[in-house]
């Protein structure tokens, strides 16, 4: 996948900056879940389509250093 989207672009597309994703994701204990479950979990329980939930998890996962 490739990881062409600003910080602004993840903003203006699901209303939250990824430094907020990654605060929320860190208060559930995401790092535990691994990438696919947090995909999923983040489609199924925000609505977010594959592509940003896709981009949010592994961007998540590199700045976690669980990539």
Not at 40 to 53: N, V
């Amino acid at each position: 996948m490739t990881d062409d989207a600003s910080d602004k672009d993840v903003l203006d597309a699901t209303g939250r900056h990824p430094d907020e994703w990654f605060a929320f994701l860190d208060a559930k204990g995401a790092p535990a879940l691994g990438q696919d479950t947090i995909v999923t979990w983040l489609a199924d329980d925000f609505g977010l389509d594959e592509h940003w939930s896709s981009l949010i998890a592994a961007r998540y996962a590199r700045a976690r250093g669980t990539a």
